[in-house]
Structure formats: C-alpha cells, structure tokens
C-alpha cells in the first residue's frame, strides 16, 4: 500500500523480490545497495540464516528522490525462496505495491520457476487480491552462466511470462539487468498510483 | 517527546500515551511496515527498519496464534537487560494499525498497557473516516524525473 503524504510530498511504496531459492534475490539487494550513494539509501536490514540463506526478509530503504514534486521512497524486501518458508513469504507479501519475480534462469530450475510463480499467485489469491492488479515485472536472472546451462530469455517468457509483463535478463552478481528491473517497476508502480487505482493510504497531514 | 505524524489526529493521543505510559520512543505503523507516526526515536534508532521489523514481529506472532492457538496472537512483549517493547495493534476507522512501544525501568508492562488501552480508544474516537475519493497524486509525465533520479543513484548518465 503507497503511502502519500501530501503535506510534505512524500510517497512511499514498498516492492517485493519474490522468487524460487536461490535464484538471486537478495543478490539483486547487495547490489543496488553497493551502488547506491549513502544519503540515498537506509540500512539494509538481513534476517538471516548462519550460512546466509534468508530466513524472513532482506530490507533495503531507498530514496529515490523527487518525482514530480514528491519525494519518493521505496522499501525492497526480498522473501525467502526455500519451499518450506511459505508461511513468511505471504507475510512479507502483506501491502506490496509490486513484485519482481526473479526467476533463475537454469534449465533445471525451471519447475522451481513455475512452482514458485504459482506460489505467488496462490499467496495473492489468499489476501483476496487479483494477480493480474498487481504491478509485476519479470527478471531472468543468471543469464551470464554458460549457454549450455540456462535457458534464454525467450524460453523463460514462453514458461512463465503468460502476462505479457516487462522482463528483463540479468546477472545480479555483477549488475546488468539490475538497474533496468528496478526501473521498470517503480515505472509500473508509480504509473498506477499516478492513475489513482492504487489501494493505499492516503494521508493528508503533516510531518 | 520529538513527534513526527503522517496523519495529524494521530499525534495528540500518542502524545499523551508516551508521556503517561512513561515510554522512551513509539512507533505507530501500517501492518505492511509503512510508519505512520514517530516519537522520541533518534539517530540512533533507524526507524525504518524497526518498522520493518515491528510489522514482521507482530505478522509472525499472529501467524503462530493461528496455528497453536486458532487464533492470532495480538500483543507481544519482549524484555531487554536494560530496555522492553511491546508490541500491539490498534483498530481505527482508518483500518488497523501496529504500536510498537519502547519503555525503559521508568515504567513497566503494566503501566503501558494500561494506558494502551486507552490509546487504542483515543485513536478509535479521534480517526476520520476514510476519503472516498482519492486523486490521482502524481504528474503522468513523471518518467522523465524517474530515469534521472534512477540514473543518478546508479552513477549513470541520462540523456
């Protein structure tokens, strides 16, 4: 849910990396939060496991300055992608604006892909929200291993993209398709508030 | 007490709990994690996270509530060597809200949940209804400041 406030022309929407285990997630957070300025961007906050893996949520506050006069802040979470952490994903999942879907783009993880897309839709279905309202786009991330290993983008589209959302290959350990994902959906998500159909709070008063 | 509000009718009633309650900082925020007011936290404190946090603390008690008890488990308190919080929603006609509340020895559980209760029916009497119109908030041409802002934060040049 966008939170506006118009008295000091603030906004502020909150974005979820979903996606299967291991498919880059949290890399996609390390990444922007290496590369953007220190007065641009909060702490990031990581619950995780001993060996890193995620156990609740990565946070990462950003400021991405003024937009049309607002000041506009998003707040990435990632969810963890392990199959038996379906309880805490939907809870992160609670009041997003949008949702990067990264997928990875390994040929045998695949059915992890699909199962993990449809977990995303079931988890929306459950908080009553229609899947194809919420601001998605797609990222195919892994795409720098060997050809030989991963399937190309228009194989992944064929697979999951049934939408038609924006998608983008990517290799988030080393940054292309990070910037472009990240982009493309504060584009979406401010697009929809922009045309007053995003269910947020509104508020009206002072800071 | 420092306190800063998204929405105006929130700040005297939270006003008054933090002096009654005797509480070091609070923090009233939407389930999603988003704040709504703030008092008394300082640099010290970065308050987003502890909204992200608050809110995931509060989702997973609720959660297990629901699978231990078949309901969902609504306060919770947590107790430090030298600092303890709890952690409670607050229904309003604006929709349900979370407070955290930090307090020190100068206070006590009992103290601020007694004048919790009154918060929560401070709010409930002091919250608007929701608008029933909501105007479109941001120019349609807003691409052009989005790619500038998001090239500037990556060390990108846009044309």
């Given at each position: 849910?966008s939170?506006?406030?118009?008295?000091?022309?603030?906004?502020?929407?909150?974005?979820?990396y979903?996606?299967?285990g291991r498919?880059?997630?949290?890399t996609?957070?390390?990444?922007?939060?290496?590369?953007?300025?220190?007065?641009r961007k909060?702490?990031m906050?990581s619950l995780?496991?001993?060996?890193?893996r995620?156990?609740?949520f990565?946070?990462?506050?950003l400021?991405?300055g003024s937009?049309?006069?607002?000041t506009?802040k998003f707040?990435?979470?990632?969810v963890?992608?392990?199959?038996?952490?379906?309880a805490?994903?939907?809870l992160v999942?609670?009041?997003?604006?949008?949702?990067?879907f990264?997928?990875?783009?390994?040929?045998r993880?695949?059915?992890?892909n699909?199962?993990?897309f449809?977990?995303?839709?079931?988890?929306l279905?459950?908080?009553g929200i229609?899947a194809?309202?919420?601001p998605l786009v797609?990222q195919y991330?892994?795409q720098?291993?060997?050809r030989?290993l991963?399937?190309?983008?228009?194989?992944?589209?064929?697979?999951?993209?049934f939408?038609?959302?924006?998608?983008f290959?990517?290799?988030a350990?080393h940054?292309?398709?990070?910037?472009?994902?990240?982009?493309?959906?504060?584009?979406v998500?401010?697009?929809?508030?922009?045309?007053?159909?995003?269910?947020?709070?509104v508020?009206?008063a002072?800071? | 007490m420092?306190i800063?509000?998204v929405?105006p009718?929130?700040?005297?009633?939270l006003?008054r709990?933090?002096?009654?309650?005797?509480?070091?900082?609070?923090?009233?925020?939407?389930?999603?994690?988003q704040?709504?007011?703030?008092a008394?936290?300082?640099?010290e404190v970065?308050?987003m996270?502890?909204?992200?946090l608050?809110?995931?603390?509060?989702?997973?008690?609720?959660e297990?509530g629901?699978?231990v008890d078949?309901?969902?488990?609504?306060s919770?308190h947590?107790?430090g060597?030298?600092?303890?919080?709890?952690?409670?929603?607050?229904?309003?006609?604006r929709?349900?809200?979370?407070c955290?509340?930090v307090?020190?020895?100068?206070?006590s559980l009992?103290?601020?949940?007694?004048y919790f209760e009154?918060?929560c029916?401070d709010?409930?009497a002091?919250?608007?209804?929701?608008?029933?119109?909501?105007?479109?908030?941001?120019?349609a041409?807003?691409e052009?400041?989005?790619?500038r802002n998001?090239?500037?934060?990556?060390g990108?040049?846009h044309?």
């Amino acid at each position: 849910m966008s939170l506006v406030n118009y008295a000091t022309r603030e906004i502020t929407c909150k974005i979820v990396y979903y996606g299967p285990g291991r498919s880059g997630k949290t890399t996609n957070l390390h990444y922007i939060y290496g590369q953007v300025p220190d007065d641009r961007k909060g702490r990031m906050v990581s619950l995780a496991t001993q060996t890193d893996r995620t156990l609740f949520f990565d946070f990462l506050p950003l400021d991405l300055g003024s937009i049309s006069g607002f000041t506009t802040k998003f707040q990435l979470y990632t969810v963890p992608g392990q199959v038996y952490y379906q309880a805490t994903r939907k809870l992160v999942l609670q009041g997003a604006d949008g949702v990067v879907f990264v997928a990875d783009s390994q040929a045998r993880q695949l059915g992890e892909n699909i199962e993990s897309f449809q977990d995303l839709h079931a988890n929306l279905a459950e908080q009553g929200i229609d899947a194809r309202t919420v601001p998605l786009v797609l990222q195919y991330n892994k795409q720098d291993l060997p050809r030989d290993l991963i399937l190309t983008t228009a194989e992944l589209s064929d697979a999951i993209n049934f939408r038609g959302v924006p998608e983008f290959p990517a290799d988030a350990l080393h940054g292309p398709g990070v910037f472009e994902t990240l982009r493309s959906i504060a584009e979406v998500v401010l697009k929809r508030l922009s045309a007053g159909t995003s269910a947020g709070v509104v508020a009206g008063a002072r800071g | 007490m420092n306190i800063a509000t998204v929405e105006p009718w929130v700040e005297a009633p939270l006003r008054r709990f933090v002096d009654d309650a005797r509480a070091r900082l609070a923090l009233l925020l939407h389930p999603s994690g988003q704040v709504i007011a703030q008092a008394g936290f300082t640099r010290e404190v970065d308050v987003m996270s502890a909204c992200a946090l608050a809110a995931a603390s509060h989702a997973t008690a609720g959660e297990l509530g629901r699978r231990v008890d078949g309901h969902a488990f609504r306060s919770l308190h947590y107790a430090g060597p030298d600092r303890q919080l709890f952690l409670s929603p607050v229904e309003t006609a604006r929709g349900a809200y979370i407070c955290l509340t930090v307090f020190n020895a100068e206070s006590s559980l009992g103290l601020v949940r007694i004048y919790f209760e009154e918060l929560c029916n401070d709010l409930a009497a002091a919250a608007p209804p929701l608008p029933a119109i909501r105007q479109p908030t941001i120019a349609a041409d807003f691409e052009l400041d989005l790619n500038r802002n998001l090239a500037a934060l990556f060390g990108r040049h846009h044309p």
